[in-house]
């Protein structure tokens, strides 16, 4: 299936995150769209997800309300744990090493970034053995 009919971009997310777009609602413009069900643009919505965590990102710090935007996120496309390992294993691996390079620019991690990892941990959801690896 395309989804070239179909385009969540900053204003969609806005306003989902802003509760001015329901589950119903979306539900309603998608099959709008003849798209039937969540599972059926599940790929579409890794991405947009994907997407909107490397903008979280990009100023090496991960707010607790970039984290509850991104949290409200998944629940809303319906991402599992599990889903960002199993189907964008190498997209969040160059994130996770992006992140922990920067850390390390001055040879050790401080306080402050181990919490930023363990929210770029949660950001995925991931477990412990599985983020030490993807730092690799």
Same mark, same amino acid.
């Given at each position: 299936m395309t989804n070239s009919n179909l385009n969540i971009d900053g204003k969609m997310i806005d306003l989902i995150l802003n509760d001015k777009i329901d589950k119903k609602l979306f539900l309603e413009i998608l099959n709008s769209k003849n798209i039937n069900s969540l599972k059926d643009i599940h790929e579409y919505l890794l991405d947009? /997800?994907?997407?909107?965590? #490397?903008?979280?990102?990009? +100023?090496?710090?991960?707010?607790?309300?970039?984290?509850?935007?991104?949290?409200? /996120?998944?629940?809303?496309? #319906?991402?599992?744990?599990? +889903?960002?390992?199993e189907k964008r294993h190498l997209q969040i691996k160059h994130i996770i090493q992006k992140q922990y390079s920067y850390f390390l620019v001055d040879g050790h991690i401080s306080h402050s970034e181990e919490l930023q990892e363990v929210s770029l941990q949660d950001l995925f959801d991931l477990g412990f053995d599985q983020y030490l690896e993807l730092k690799k």
């Amino acid at each position: 299936m395309t989804n070239s009919n179909l385009n969540i971009d900053g204003k969609m997310i806005d306003l989902i995150l802003n509760d001015k777009i329901d589950k119903k609602l979306f539900l309603e413009i998608l099959n709008s769209k003849n798209i039937n069900s969540l599972k059926d643009i599940h790929e579409y919505l890794l991405d947009i /997800l994907l997407n909107y965590v #490397e903008n979280i990102v990009d +100023d090496h710090f991960i707010s607790q309300d970039e984290i509850m935007k991104a949290t409200k /996120l998944k629940l809303f496309f #319906e991402i599992k744990e599990g +889903d960002f390992y199993e189907k964008r294993h190498l997209q969040i691996k160059h994130i996770i090493q992006k992140q922990y390079s920067y850390f390390l620019v001055d040879g050790h991690i401080s306080h402050s970034e181990e919490l930023q990892e363990v929210s770029l941990q949660d950001l995925f959801d991931l477990g412990f053995d599985q983020y030490l690896e993807l730092k690799k």
